[in-house]
């Protein structure tokens, strides 16, 4: 069962445009929603987390924005720039679970001059 | 802060023998750390849950007697991958979580297995 949906799986910006990438989960039990970012032949690097108590998390050029009824979350990419260019993965997890992250898809994120 | 090194970070094996891949926390403790598998252009599935001193927790359809997982100490785990297949070449990442964060997880740099 895909318990966190990803989209859209591939996405070209220009320079100094928003990227934006969508996540949808199933499991209301879930309460903490990180963002990672991997670059080819890497691990995955934390870049932004947040917890359903707020409706949007602002960290540098990304923010998360969180619809807890919707049961959405989007990550903005303000200014992206081509050092933006990875792999990003939204993910999921829940209280009593060894903080078991439950992965979306992934979205390759092309940034082009 | 909260760096997560895995070494090798490629290994090229012949099909049947043995790997292990170590996964350390470089500068902080973790009671839990968690092994991970990614396929090209796929997202990360997870294995196995490690606890520092206990068995490890796998995944449905994991096969724990072909990884086999040890958590000694709060900075090291280690995945041995046994009589190695090529269905086995994948990417293994691992991370870790610090003690007294309930859910952020630090990943490692990734180890890239090709079974020949």
């Known amino acids: 069962q895909q318990q966190v949906k990803q989209s859209p799986q591939s996405l070209i910006v220009q320079k100094g445009g928003i990227s934006i990438i969508n996540c949808a989960y199933e499991?209301?039990?879930?309460?903490?929603f990180p963002w990672y970012q991997q670059f080819p032949g890497k691990g995955p690097a934390l870049l932004i987390a947040?917890?359903?108590?707020?409706s949007e998390k602002k960290e540098g050029r990304f923010t998360i924005s969180f619809n807890k009824s919707a049961k959405q979350f989007s990550l903005h990419i303000m200014d992206s720039q081509p050092g933006d260019s990875a792999t990003y993965f939204c993910?999921?997890?829940?209280?009593?679970?060894?903080?078991?992250?439950?992965f979306g898809t992934g979205t390759r994120l092309q940034v082009t001059l | 802060g909260a760096v997560v090194s895995q070494h090798p970070s490629r290994v090229i094996c012949k099909s049947g023998t043995s790997v292990k891949i170590e996964c350390r926390s470089l500068?902080?403790?973790?009671?839990?750390m968690f092994w991970y598998r990614q396929f090209p252009k796929q997202s990360l599935m997870l294995m196995a849950t490690?606890?520092?001193?206990?068995?490890?927790?796998?995944e449905q359809g994991v096969e724990k007697d072909k990884f086999l997982i040890n958590h000694a100490s709060l900075t090291l785990s280690t995945l041995t991958v046994t009589s190695a297949h090529p269905e086995d070449s994948s990417f293994y990442i691992c991370?870790?979580?610090?003690?007294?964060?309930?859910?952020?997880?630090?990943f490692g740099p990734g180890t890239r297995l090709l079974v020949l």
């Open positions: 991370s870790a979580r610090t003690i007294g964060s309930v859910e952020t997880q630090y």
């Open positions: 499991n209301t039990a879930f309460d903490y």
């Open positions: 947040i917890r359903p108590d707020v």
């Open positions: 993910a999921a997890s829940r209280a009593g679970t060894a903080s078991k992250l439950t």
């Open positions: 500068d902080f403790q973790a009671t839990t």
């Open positions: 490690s606890n520092e001193g206990s068995k490890a927790t796998y």
